[in-house]
């Protein structure tokens, strides 16, 4: 046999080597990761929750969701375990310099930026253009949104259709009548 031959036999053997060590290490560390969890810990599940600790099992986890509501998990389910400063950053919104966050935003002395932009139009413009009041509305002032007269107009020869006419005219039935045989 030729050397050329085994080649591509050795090379598929060595990437298979490669690829198998490379997950067994993966499931390695995810093994030493779950089994360093103790009581007190904030962890991550692999579906995005962040709990607490409360007991460990032989392949169970206690987790407390939320005061006072805990959960049994299997301690596959555990993504990650999470220091406490990035846990208490993540869950209760402190940052490790303890400066506690309010609604999303650090307590700052610098300039304060709202969530919306109310403070941005002053009180004397109006939001929109209003249109002088149309008798036939009830002298109710109207918005212009930027529509041609002509395309306001209701058109006289066409009369509003109700829904029951519409099913009607479609198929020739009117309401109960059936094709049952």
């Known amino acids: 046999m030729n050397i050329v031959t085994l080649l591509p036999f050795i090379v598929l053997i060595g990437a298979m080597f490669l690829m198998t060590r490379s997950a ?8 030493q990761m779950r089994n360093q969890m103790q009581p007190g810990t904030g962890i991550r599940t692999i579906g995005g929750m962040y709990a607490t600790v409360k007991e460990v099992g032989d392949d169970t986890v206690l987790l407390e969701v939320a005061p006072g509501v805990h959960a049994v998990y299997a301690k596959n389910s555990v993504g990650a375990v999470l220091e ?3 846990y208490n950053r993540i869950v209760h919104g402190i940052d490790p310099d303890g400066d506690l966050k309010v609604d999303g935003d650090l307590k700052a002395d610098g300039p304060v930026v709202p969530d919306d932009a109310s403070s941005l139009i002053s009180e004397e413009t109006p939001a929109a253009p209003v249109a002088p009041a149309d ?3 009830g002298d109710k002032p109207r918005i212009d949104l930027g529509k041609s007269d002509a395309s306001d107009a209701p058109d006289a020869e066409a ?4 829904a029951a006419d519409v099913a009607e005219a479609k198929d020739g039935k009117k309401d109960g009548d059936a094709d049952a045989k």
Do not use: I, L, S
Request: charged share 45%; net charge negative.
């Open 84 to 86: 406490d400063a990035e």
């Open 24 to 31: 067994k290490n993966k499931q390695r560390q995810a093994m």
């Open 135 to 137: 008798p036939a509305d």
């Open 159 to 162: 009369e509003p259709a109700d």
